[in-house]
């Protein structure tokens, strides 16, 4: 069951500051011009301003961006989401979070949308039947796995996490739900960190992806 496209939802409206109230006519996703009006996502500087930023962290030279932080947040948290909830395809029929703090994401998004929630877990959590893909790290190798059936043939799926650096779990992610049978056409995140390009690769697979805040350097 996919989202209603034929009145303004509550959490677009929420996003944009929309009087829901006082629009009229059908609304489209495709054109976010709901109610004869043009709407624009902003900068979201709001939300990077609830962002920690710790130096040297989990290394020397690396500024670690914790969304905990924004999460602590209610209105920040609250407002992530709806904006996240904004950008989705409208035909979009599950969405999938990666464990841990994709599922933090996932779980309130699709609440919002009215979909149905994926997760793909590190190894060991699964009790059924379940196909997995192997990915490697700046500092070795990892797995994430799904249960067989959880994904329907042709499925369209929304990949999200809270961060992308490098790309290496998002790849791994959109590998994953293609064996299961299903398709990625769209990625968000809250933060992508460019420099390190994993946004870059996920385009190169024909992922859209799309962020709330970006941050320069790693």
Not at 7 to 35: D, V
Request: proline letters at 5%; charged letters at 20%.
């Amino acid at each position: 069951m996919g989202r209603p496209s034929d009145r303004l939802p509550l959490f677009y409206c929420r996003a944009f500051g929309i009087n829901k109230h006082t629009c009229s006519g059908p609304f489209s996703f495709e054109n976010s011009a709901g109610c004869g009006q043009s709407w624009r996502m902003n900068s979201n500087a709001d939300l990077a301003a609830l962002i920690r930023n710790i130096p040297d962290y989990p290394k020397p030279g690396i500024m670690f961006r914790d969304v905990s932080s924004l999460l602590l947040d209610a209105d920040g948290y609250h407002m992530t989401i709806d904006r996240l909830a904004a950008l989705v395809d409208p035909d979009t029929q599950l969405v999938a979070g990666i464990e841990a703090r994709g599922f933090i994401v996932a779980s309130a998004l699709a609440y919002v949308l009215g979909l149905g929630q994926l997760m793909l877990r590190k190894p060991g959590k699964l009790p059924g039947e379940k196909i997995g893909t192997d990915y490697t790290l700046e500092y070795g190798t990892d797995r994430i796995e799904m249960h067989v059936g959880h994904v329907q043939p042709d499925q369209k799926v929304l990949l999200v996490d809270d961060l992308i650096a490098t790309g290496g779990t998002a790849l791994a992610g959109v590998d994953l739900i293609q064996q299961g049978g299903g398709r990625v056409e769209q990625a968000l995140f809250i933060v992508d960190l460019p420099d390190l390009g994993g946004a870059a690769k996920l385009r190169a697979q024909g992922v859209r992806v799309a962020s709330l805040i970006g941050f320069d350097g790693d």
